[in-house]
Each structure stands twice: as C-alpha cells, then as structure tokens.
C-alpha cells in the first residue's frame, strides 16, 4: 500500500475539525466581545447609581430611574453569567475539537479506537450547540433590557417633547412603537 495517498487522507481527516475550530475562536472572540460590553455597560450603570444617590434636588421620574437602574443590573446579571458559561462551553468545544484532530492522528498510526474521534466529534458538537443557544438566551436578555430602556426614554420623552412628537409612528409601515412589558421576554 503506498503511504502517500494513507497519509494524505490522514491529514484531510485531521484538517476537518479545523473548520469547526475555526468556528469556535470566531465563538469565542465575538463572546468576549459581548462580555466586554457588559461589563462597560455595568461600569455606566454604577456611575448612574452613584450619581443619583448623590443628587439631593429634584430628579424627574426618580423612583422611574431607580426602578430601571435595578432592572437593567439583574438583566445584565444575568447575562454576565449566561456569557460565561457560553465562553467556558465554546473554549471546553475548542479543546474537544483539537483532541479530535490528535486522535485521528494517533489512530492512523496506531490503528485502533477508530471511534475514539467519532465520540469527540459528537461531543464537540453538542457543546458548540449548548454554547449558542446560552447565546440565544443572552441575546434576548439583551434585548429585554433594550426594550426598558426605550420603555423609560419614550416616557420621559413625553414630559418634554411637543404632543406631536410623542404619537407612535414608524418609518416603516407597520411597525410601531411596542407596549411596554416588564420583562420584555415574553414579546
């Protein structure tokens, strides 16, 4: 038997995974970049605590603010801790996906356990699969916490804008503006 074409279809096998560690680093990458967000978002949060807890005069819709300050922080709570459990998942993905790559290596040379890169690969991908939908849940807490901010902006907006401005329109026919919920979750 030639070694050549054994040994070049080894090497296709062991390059396969790496489409799908590739996947996993761009996973990876765009979810501490989420992260980062959240935690820029809590450190603005906290500046807004500290100021309102400083401001002795009159703040306009202050009980509104407070109340949407401690929603926004337990959405971003949450989030926090669903992004990294997501990040562990698609790094615990990464190292599964390599230990594939290795194993076929290791079985073409040894011969044995050929299902040994079948279990990791499957086992890969059901990670890669928790790790997005914990990406899905996080995404639509990013959006509840979106929609109460809106929620308060568009009431305070109509303390001050002129009656004109403040009826519901779109640009875009059929879309209006939503009515507010308290989670925003269940739209």
């Known amino acids: 038997m030639d070694p050549a074409p054994v040994s070049l279809g080894v090497l296709t096998q062991m390059l396969t995974p790496a489409v799908l560690i590739s996947a996993c680093g761009a996973l990876i990458l765009s979810t501490s970049i989420r992260l980062g967000r959240v935690v820029d978002r809590v450190r603005a949060l906290s500046d807004n605590f500290e100021e309102l807890a400083h ?26 801790r669903l992004l990294g459990r997501s990040i562990t998942t698609f790094y615990v993905t990464l190292g599964v996906f390599v230990s594939t790559s290795v194993s076929l290596g290791v079985i073409s040379v040894t011969r044995g356990y050929g299902w040994v890169p079948v279990v990791l690969t499957w086992s890969g991908l059901a990670c890669l699969l928790y790790g997005c939908v914990l990406l899905i849940l996080e995404a639509r807490l990013a959006l509840s916490g979106l929609h109460a901010e809106m929620d308060f902006l568009w009431k305070l907006g109509q303390r001050h804008a002129p009656a004109a401005a403040t009826h519901s329109r779109s640009r875009f026919p059929g879309l209006t503006r939503r009515k507010p919920t308290r989670t925003g979750l269940g739209d």
């Open 55 to 80: 401001t002795e005069a009159h703040v306009e819709l202050r009980d509104e603010r407070e109340a949407l300050l401690f929603d926004l922080l337990d959405t971003l709570t949450s989030r926090a």
